[in-house]
Nanobody, 127 residues
Framework: EVQLQAFGGGLVQPGGSLRLSCAPSGFTFDDYTIGWFRQAPGKEREGVSQISWQGDRTYYAYSVKGRFTVSRDNAKNTVYLQMSSLKPEDTAVYYC????????????????????WGQGTLVTVSS
């Protein structure tokens, strides 16, 4: 059974940092691009970042570029999202997801490209 679990969320002050992790299971992890998405209260889910199956390509939303860094450790079956210089508008539930096809990487965040979604983790940026 394919599963993805995002964790590491919490309360952080503006300007602070937080690292999220995503631990997929049930499939060959290093064959797939993994994406991070977020959904703020009252807003649609939006793409944040994604990383190719080998970790050699990344893509970021304009709103987080330069502040967030995505990485993966295929030996540990884990994807990370390092978030820095956090702003109140980064407050959201963050999700990781698996792209639907092996060995594919797209420079867009179309949700229809992703087939499995994990449980989210809440990030709250507030003083």
């Amino acid at each position: 059974e394919v599963q993805l679990q995002a964790f590491g969320g919490g309360l952080v002050q503006p300007g602070g940092s937080l690292r999220l992790s995503c631990a997929p299971s049930g499939f060959t992890f290093d064959d797939y691009t993994i994406g991070w998405f977020r959904q703020a209260p009252g807003k649609e889910r939006e793409g944040v970042s994604q990383i190719s199956w080998q970790g050699d390509r990344t893509y970021y939303a304009y709103s987080v570029k330069g502040r967030f860094t995505v990485s993966r450790d295929n030996a540990k079956n884990t994807v990370y999202l390092q978030m820095s210089s956090l702003k109140p508008e980064d407050t959201a539930v963050y999700y990781c997801a698996r792209i639907g096809l092996k060995f594919r990487f797209y420079t867009n965040f179309s949700r229809r490209l992703y087939d499995y979604w994990g449980q989210g983790t809440l990030v709250t940026v507030s003083s």
